[in-house]
Antibody, heavy 118, light 107 residues
Framework: EVQLVESGGGLVQPGGSLRLSCAAS????????MSWVRQAPGKGLEWVAN????????YFVDSVKGRFTISRDNAKNSLYLQMNSLRAEDTAVYYC???????????WGQGTLVTVSS | AIQMTQSPSSLSASVGDRVTITCRAS??????LGWYQQKPGKAPKLLIY???SLQSGVPSRFSGSGSGTDFTLTISTLQPEDFATYYC?????????FGQGTKVEIK
């Protein structure tokens, strides 16, 4: 059974940093692109970033470029999102998701809440 | 970035109704589009990929169509468990972009 479990969310002050983790199981993690998607409270979904199987390629939404980095450790079956210079507008539930071969996101974690507030 | 415009933003329907949700892309995206269902407090669930392919385990009452700029998600016979918010997502290029969502409510 495919499982994705996010962790690392919490309350952080504006300008602060946080590192999210996603532990994957039930599939060959190193064979898939992986993504992060977020959802602000009461709002719609926003794709944030993704990373290639070997970590050699990644993409970001413009609003987080230069502040967020995405990485993975295939030996640990883990995906990460390092978030720096956090802003109030980064407050959201952050989901990790597996990229289906078609490009769609076929499995999702349960999400972890990040709150940026003083 | 490609803009994805969903319509309607919400709709009221009854069990047994046929429901259609549309998604329009600001430029052509071939068939690189997926549809997702999200219930309150839960993660999204993939329903349709590549515009018209049914994801494994998804009931056949869900179908997708379209190519280029105009896409449709159809629920042929609405069931109680289908009341949720639906999103489209283009995976044609980066950044990937979602539609704003369509909330399907009980009439």
């Amino acid at each position: 059974e495919v499982q994705l479990v996010e962790s690392g969310g919490g309350l952080v002050q504006p300008g602060g940093s946080l590192r999210l983790s996603c532990a994957a199981s039930g599939f060959t993690f190193s064979s898939y692109w992986m993504s992060w998607v977020r959802q602000a409270p009461g709002k719609g979904l926003e794709w944030v970033a993704n990373i290639k199987q070997d970590g050699s390629e990644n993409y970001f939404v413009d609003s987080v470029k230069g502040r967020f980095t995405i990485s993975r450790d295939n030996a640990k079956n883990s995906l990460y999102l390092q978030m720096n210079s956090l802003r109030a507008e980064d407050t959201a539930v952050y989901y990790c998701a597996r990229d289906h071969r078609s490009g769609s996101l076929d499995y999702w974690g349960q999400g972890t809440l990040v709150t940026v507030s003083s | 970035a490609i803009q994805m415009t969903q319509s309607p933003s919400s709709l009221s329907a009854s069990v047994g109704d046929r429901v259609t949700i549309t998604c329009r892309a600001s430029q052509g995206i071939r068939n690189d589009l997926g549809w997702y269902q999200q219930k309150p407090g839960k993660a999204p669930k993939l329903l349709i990929y590549s515009a018209s392919s049914l994801q494994s385990g998804v009931p056949s009452r869900f179908s997708g169509s379209g190519s280029g700029t105009d896409f449709t998600l159809t629920i042929s016979t609405l069931q109680p468990e289908d009341f949720a918010t639906y999103y489209c997502l283009q995976d044609y290029n980066y950044p990937r972009t979602f539609g704003q969502g369509t909330k399907v409510e009980i009439k």
